[in-house]
């Protein structure tokens, strides 16, 4: 006995140390095919193959999804391929949390991506946090830090940092210019006049490798002539071709040259108002349009002089046909960008957090507000008269409001101030949308002001709902499929007091549920041949239980009474068509336990295949048998009901309850003199 239990034990750790070995296989050929991509992917980012690494990384976090390199290098082609910051932040995070493993790169790299990313969304915050991680400086490391300080508004820290990085990374661009683009409309305190003086004392350093460094500094500089000198530099160096300029430089080099004379207003005049930029809108294809930035185009209109140069810029805005776009921190990110259609805004995007996706989509009508769609299209409302709403669309369903019921505005119309329009009685002024500090649309809100709220019925197939409410108060829902009516609900002091259900869509309600004060469902009553009298009921207790009931002879006395107890147990009760016995079903948590006639126990015996049980025993050909009667069954949803069934002259009776039919031949009973038999 011993030796034959040593050789099971033996047995049973073969067979564990095999499954383990297996595992461990498994897990060895996924780790090398993970890495596998992974080196290929990082062989495209150093190439600069933006699309072949990102298809590798995801080839390999198939393989291993803890494997950090993957995630990161998928964020960082998400930013280079143009993809939402949203989408880049998403798989960085990943990539920075807790239980990943590094392989080629490391933390570092994933916090100064972070740190990039939340600059970018304006989360400096945590954009301090992932930099206050790093070990060991870096120049990328000092600017983003930079950035976060301006973007925080802690100018003295800032401008501290900017000086230590002057120091410390002397031959990168990006300190100087992110100084000059952030102090540029501050009043410079005395720190920042000594930085500003640094500075322009070794333009030479970067004027070649980044020239914008050079026009931004024109406003700092207490040279005039100097200033002219740097400008004119700036100038040559695109003179011939500025298609590299980035759009906001090549706006104001134009109101430079203005200011400093290098060129005169009529000149000013035509290359400012004439400025193109391809934009892409919504779903539409990206198309060149003329375009502003809108704080350019205030200062720009407040350097002309000239009436009549006045009056074409009015007359021009008046009829303006292109994008006023905002970037109100100059970080080279576009937060809004509004489409003008003769002269007014005709649909706008307003992306807040410069996450990549805009907050609000708006169409407008001569510049009102016509329908905004929010973020990732989480809802969209149409207006009746801005800022009434008429319709809101959810992911839901759809809130149609009252009239003049509901008022939202989350943007509104703004005169720009350029000062142009005073000059004539034509042109009434340029306008403009700016965003509003509003809160969002809350369900309590709309549920309040809607007249009826569309919704589809995810538990019948195509099903739409339609629940009416009197100041947020239900008063009835009607459902329909297809356009035909389904059930009709009928509240009573906002809870549900009656519903009718017509589930074939013949136009008769053959099923009636009745609920309590509470709005708790009480009784269901379902007329099954539509004679209005109804053969099956459901009453559901106080206590928990809840009583069906079967009366095929619509006499007002039930033939079948299943009651489920609250315990989870049930008892089915019948009264056996020829024997007129007493027939009780036992259940135990919902399966059939025990059957007695006449407190007489009868053996049930479980169908191999079916739901179905027999009494006593089953007859030959049982499974033909079982399937003919399954079909009589499935013509009615009642839970509780009874049939006389007959396959090849031989009569059954069947009764279906708790989810299970129990079946007893009639014809063996007639056989047999027995009368204690069923």
């Known amino acids: 006995m011993k030796r034959l239990l040593r050789s099971v034990f033996v047995v049973f750790f073969i067979l564990g140390i095999s499954f383990v070995s297996a595992q461990d296989s498994a897990q060895a050929v996924n780790a090398a095919a993970a890495l596998k991509h992974l080196q290929s992917a990082a ?3 150093a190439q600069q193959k933006w699309q072949e690494a990102l298809f590798q990384a995801q080839l390999g976090s198939v393989y291993d999804a803890k494997l950090a390199d993957l995630p990161y290098i998928e964020a960082l082609c998400y930013t280079e391929l143009g993809y939402t910051r949203a989408a880049a932040i998403e798989r960085a995070e990943l990539a920075s949390s807790l239980g990943m493993i590094w392989r080629l790169y490391d933390a570092t790299a994933i916090n100064i991506l972070l ?8 989360r400096y915050d945590e954009a301090l946090a992932v930099l206050a991680d790093i070990p060991y400086p870096s120049a990328d490391s ?5 950035v976060a300080l301006y973007g925080l508004k802690r100018f003295s820290q800032a401008e501290d940092a900017i000086v230590s990085s002057l120091n410390r990374w002397a031959f990168d661009s990006r300190f100087p210019k992110l100084f000059f683009l952030q102090e540029k409309d501050r009043t410079p305190s005395a720190k920042a006049k000594r930085i500003a003086s640094d500075i322009i004392s070794k333009l030479y350093v970067w004027q070649d490798s980044d020239p914008e460094v050079l026009l931004y500094a024109v406003d700092f500089e207490p040279n005039t002539k100097e200033a002219v000198r740097k400008l004119k530099i700036y100038l040559n160096m695109y003179a011939q071709n500025n298609s590299t300029q980035e759009p906001y430089a090549q706006a104001f080099s134009i109101l430079a040259a203005l200011k400093y004379g290098i060129i005169n207003e009529k000149t000013a005049v035509e290359r400012f108002f004439n400025l193109t930029l391809p934009f892409k809108f919504a779903d ?12 350019l185009l205030v200062d720009f209109c407040k350097l002309i002089g000239d009436s009549n140069l006045r009056k074409q810029m009015a007359a021009d805005l008046s009829t303006f046909n292109g994008v006023l776009v905002t970037d109100d921190n100059r970080d080279g990110i576009i937060s809004s960008k509004i489409l003008y259609t003769s002269g007014r805004p005709q649909l706008a995007e307003f992306d807040t957090d410069q996450d990549g996706i805009a907050e609000y989509t708006i169409d407008a009508s001569y510049g009102t507000p016509t329908k905004i769609i929010g973020k990732a299209g989480a809802y969209e409302v149409d207006y009746d008269t801005y800022p009434w709403i008429n319709t809101v669309k959810t992911k839901k369903g759809v809130y149609t409001l009252r009239p ?14 350029i000062n142009l329009f005073s ?3 034509k042109y009434t002024d340029f306008f403009t949308l700016k965003t509003k500090n509003v809160s969002g649309l809350s369900e309590r809100e709309l549920i309040f002001a809607a007249a009826y709220y569309e919704y589809s019925d995810d538990m019948i197939e195509g099903a739409i709902t339609k629940t009416y409410f009197d100041k947020g108060v239900p008063i009835s829902s009607e459902t329909r499929i297809n356009e035909i009516p389904y059930s009709v609900l009928y509240y009573v002091n906002g809870r549900p007091s009656q519903k009718k259900i017509d589930r074939d869509g013949d136009g008769y309600f053959e099923t009636i549920e009745k609920y309590s004060p509470k709005g708790k469902l009480q009784i269901v009553l379902t007329d099954i041949n539509k004679n209005k009298l109804y053969e099956y009921s459901e009453e559901y207790l106080t206590n928990g239980d809840i009583t069906k009931k079967w009366d095929n002879d619509e006499d007002g006395t039930p033939e079948i009474v299943y009651t489920q107890f609250k315990s989870g147990n049930a008892q089915c009760r019948w009264t056996h068509p020829v024997t007129r016995q007493k027939v009780i079903v036992e259940y135990k948590q919902t399966i059939p336990a025990k059957l007695t006639a006449n407190d007489k126990a009868e053996a049930i015996i479980k169908d191999t295949k079916f739901p179905l049980y027999w009494i006593r025993k089953p007859p030959v050909f049982s499974e033909t048998i079982t399937k003919k009667i399954l079909e009589v069954f499935n ?6 009901v009874s049939y006389f069934v007959e396959v090849n002259t031989v009569p059954f009776f069947a009764v279906r309850s708790g989810g299970y039919i129990f079946v007893e031949q009639l014809e063996e009973m007639q056989n047999e003199p027995d009368n204690d038999k069923i």
């Not at 740190?115 to 304006?122: R, S």
């Not at 539409?284 to 704080?295: A, H, L």
């Not at 019921?405 to 509104?412: G, L, Q, T």
């Open 404 to 417: 003049v019921s509901f008022a939202w505005k989350p943007v509104e119309q703004r005169s720009l101030n």
């Open 284 to 295: 539409s294809q990206e198309t060149p349009y003329r375009f502003f930035f809108t704080d």
């Open 423 to 425: 000059l004539t009685k």
């Open 635 to 640: 013509e009615t949803k009642a839970p509780v």
């Open 142 to 146: 000092d600017f983003y830090t930079a």
């Open 115 to 122: 740190a990039k990313l939340y600059t970018e969304t304006l």
């Open 43 to 45: 062989e495209n980012c």
